[in-house]
């Protein structure tokens, strides 16, 4: 089945950077967009960052646009999300995601979450 396991988070100083990584295992990696999405306390859930399958092509959030750099080994079934710069408003947690689409359902598959703070 599909597992999906984060680790990298931590506490941070404004300005400072982290580096999450996402190990993946139940499925062959290199055919599906990965993503990355926070939820801070109080707010929905949202999408950070997402890859494609070959790495080819990336997508950001607008509030994190040139701040952080999402990218993948397919060789690892790893995919990773570098935060430079970091505000106190990136405080969250950290998820990793892929999804499924099937019998025109789409299909959620989140891991543990990883604890990202940013704080002075």
């Known amino acids: 089945q599909v597992q999906l396991v984060e680790s990298g988070g931590g506490l941070v100083q404004p300005g400072g950077s982290l580096r999450l990584s996402c190990a993946a295992s139940g499925f062959t990696f290199s055919d599906y967009t990965m993503s990355w999405y926070r939820q801070a306390p109080g707010k929905e859930r949202e999408l950070v960052a997402g890859i494609t399958g070959t790495g080819g092509s990336t997508n950001y959030a607008d509030s994190v646009k040139g701040r952080f750099t999402v990218s993948r080994d397919n060789a690892k079934n790893t995919v990773y999300l570098q935060m430079n710069n970091l505000k106190p408003e990136d405080t969250a947690v950290y998820y990793c995601?892929?999804?499924?689409?099937?019998?025109?359902?789409?299909?959620?598959?989140w891991g543990h979450g990883a604890q990202v703070t940013v704080s002075s």
């Open positions: 995601n892929t999804k499924r689409y099937l019998s025109g359902t789409f299909y959620y598959f």
